[in-house]
């Protein structure tokens, strides 16, 4: 009975260690960019955009994320005063699970810089121009300003910004102001361009990123799943022994245990370190994020996962191992060294492969190698220490035997199914619709019936041993597989998997869309020609999309009242809405049925026509509407003081409110207020219209 526990808690342990792997009203901006210029050498400058973010609210990196939010980009104009040298660097973003996306991503709280470093080709005054553009969100809530342009005008000697229509002298303006800028005219420009040459703080709020004894504990949770594996769990009882038997005082043998110990977590502390040196701390997170770096850990996982299913055996060569092993014949302390060094060598086969998943894990920090690996080596280390204090303990451990091989077995099939989550990270970065969410979820729904038929003993690999029974640890993970692979097949045919949200790819990336969630709409929809510019929207719902004449014509030739739906591609809240509030069958019949719906995506690239763009004053600033996305955004900013998503707002054929207000994401994800405010609206339009 103790033995089947132990087996069951390290079987919990193996599991663990895999699987760790918008919005209210709100008119001000609340991000304000400064936009200064450094001179850093005779010839380079460095334009740097620092910007201020209020209190709640964040910024996102420049570091696409997909399926996430929109990134910050920052566009320096080329010119023939001077040369951009290499891309736009930003100071350290936070990097964490984001509620609003439902996934990983890099942002900025507080504040944030970017920098643009020029090589000056003209010993005249030149002006460095461009744009620069942003969404800011905060836990419920989203913004997508309008792209600002700026412009600046540098002197060899001096440095110093300010607006065009402003004529006091200010070293940086704040860019809501304005965004052009011209040189300070002043006598004291050198001592100006002294001023602007100071260093840029590179600092963050370093306490938000994740928390380094979060990346310990994940270390942790793999070292101990390490132990687990044919290659080291036989190790623990022999080298103990080793321990016991060469010391006549147990004082001894713990003496040389602990430095064993201490041995082996050095060894992988100092791992994460050279990873660290290697990479560079800034280029770590582009493990999580690169497609290149994706398709690497798909391969390498790949042939982890068929070398544990028996295929092949990946062993370090053997001169390595001799050598090491030639060297722990020493004695002492060092000799011990080696035996630890030995010991990591030989077990890389099986160890290898929770390195290669515990390295993106700890990519989100300059610090993460170095508190993951010591984690890891404690993990992996500690039975080492504990059963040279206590000596008893080994004799409750489970025997090595066929079990074994079968905890390889089913990491290597985990294996193949975690690679495929790096194959789709690759695939939705290079939008190559090869592994789609069907695809996905087909090859997940094999791999893991195949887990728990495995499990169940219904078939052996050649390096399996003959079991008279199926343990009790054995029979719940073959049901945990099972249950899992039932779960995810209605998935095929569209169901949500809310689950495994942020893991399989996106309900927009499927071959198929299911037509039995069409609501079959009232009404004289089809006798219309504007009734062929709608397209299938959330749940089936026929909406217009980005076309609102056409569906306020449509609305009025129906005689129903219009729902502008304000909302952005990437505006997490706003597919929650759709996915929990949208479909539900009370709200979807009336939005069916009772109302035409356009959505409007403030964020869409789609540039307007050059008769279509026109400069307007945006909250203060004078900018032009050169994109889908901008012209709805000042649709909603003027029509209805709010500029947050999602918005929703009821009108009548005049195109006036036919309730006191919009509703949000705040009030809105609450099923019975949303109904109430539908209900109410369309009311009032039926008293307009008997």
Request: hydrophobic share 45%; proline share 5%.
């Amino acid at each position: 009975m103790a033995k089947s526990f132990l087996r069951s808690i390290l079987f919990v342990f193996l599991i663990l260690g895999l699987v760790s792997q918008v919005c209210t009203a709100q008119d001000k901006d609340p991000v304000s960019f400064k936009i200064e210029a450094k001179k850093v050498s005779a010839t380079e400058y460095d334009i740097v955009f620092n910007a201020a973010i209020d209190e709640g609210w964040h910024v996102y990196s420049i570091v696409p994320a997909d399926g996430g939010p929109n990134p910050t980009t920052i566009t320096v104009n080329k010119s023939a005063d001077y040369d951009l040298v290499g891309k736009v660097k930003e100071s350290k973003p936070i990097e964490e699970m984001d509620k609003v996306f439902d996934m990983k991503v890099q942002y900025f709280k507080h504040k944030a810089t970017f920098t643009q470093r020029i090589k000056v080709k003209t010993d005249k005054t030149f002006k460095v121009s461009g744009k620069y553009e942003y969404q800011t969100c905060t836990d419920e809530k989203c913004m997508f300003p309008p792209a600002k342009k700026f412009s600046l005008t540098i002197e060899q000697l001096a440095v110093s910004v300010k607006p065009l229509a402003d004529s006091s002298k200010k070293l940086a303006v704040n860019s809501k102001q304005d965004t052009a800028y011209t040189v300070q005219d002043t006598s004291k420009k050198i001592a100006t361009a002294q001023s602007t040459n100071q260093p840029i703080d590179q600092s963050t709020n370093s306490s938000t990123d994740t928390p380094w004894w979060m990346i310990f504990l994940k270390g942790i949770g793999f070292g101990l799943a390490a132990l687990i594996t044919p290659c080291v769990f036989p190790m623990i009882p022999m080298n103990v022994s080793f321990f016991l038997k060469r010391n006549k005082k147990r004082s001894g043998a713990i003496k040389e245990a602990l430095f064993f110990m201490l041995s082996i977590i050095v060894i992988y502390t100092a791992l994460g370190l050279l990873i660290t040196a290697v990479f560079g701390e800034t280029a770590l997170n582009a493990i999580a994020s690169s497609a290149s770096f994706n398709i690497f850990f798909f391969i390498m996982l790949i042939i982890f996962g068929i070398s544990f299913l028996g295929a092949f055996e990946i062993v370090l060569p053997n001169s390595w191992l001799n050598k090491m092993d030639a060297q722990s014949d020493r004695g002492g302390f060092l000799g011990i060294f080696f035996m630890a060094t030995t010991l990591s060598l030989v077990s890389f086969s099986c160890t290898g492969i929770f390195i290669g998943n515990l390295i993106p894990l700890v990519s989100n920090s300059p610090t993460g190698p170095f508190f993951g690996f010591l984690g890891f080596g404690l993990g992996f280390a500690l039975p080492f220490g504990l059963f040279a204090i206590v000596p008893s303990w080994l004799n409750s451990m489970p025997k090595s035997g066929g079990w074994l091989n079968t905890v390889k077995v089913t990491l290597g099939l985990l294996e193949l199914a975690l690679a495929l989550k790096f194959a789709s990270n690759a695939d939705l970065v290079y939008d190559m619709h090869i592994l789609t969410r069907e695809v996905f979820l087909t090859l997940w729904i094999v791999l893991f019936a195949i887990t728990g038929i495995y499990l169940m003993g219904w078939f052996k690999l050649s390096h399996d041993t003959p079991a008279p029974f199926i343990t009790i640890p054995r029979l719940f993970f073959a049901i945990f597989a099972f249950a899992f692979t039932v779960y995810m097949i209605p998935g095929l045919w569209g169901a949500p998997l809310k689950l495994l949200s942020g893991v399989i790819p996106p309900s927009t990336y499927a071959e198929w869309k299911p037509q039995t969630a069409t609501v079959v709409q009232s009404g004289n929809q089809n006798s219309s020609a504007l009734a062929t510019k709608m397209i299938d929207g959330p749940d089936g719902l026929k909406v217009f999309h980005n076309d609102y004449e056409s569906a306020l014509a449509y609305s009025k030739e129906v005689h129903k009242p219009l729902m502008i739906d304000f909302t952005g591609h990437a505006c997490a809240n706003c597919r929650k809405m759709e996915d929990n509030v949208w479909v539900e069958p009370e709200i979807k019949n009336i939005l069916a049925n009772d109302v035409v719906i356009v959505s409007l995506f403030v964020d869409d690239r789609k540039e307007l026509a050059k008769t279509e763009q026109k400069e307007v004053d945006w909250s203060g600033d004078k900018v032009t509407l050169e994109t889908e996305g901008m012209k709805w955004g000042f649709m909603q900013l003027s029509k209805y003081k709010i500029s947050s998503q999602p918005y929703y707002v009821i009108v009548n054929d005049d195109e006036s409110l036919l309730s006191n207000n919009g509703i949000g994401y705040d009030t809105g994800k609450d099923l019975p207020v949303f109904k109430t405010w539908l209900t109410t609206a369309i009311a009032k339009y039926k008293e307009k219209h008997p």
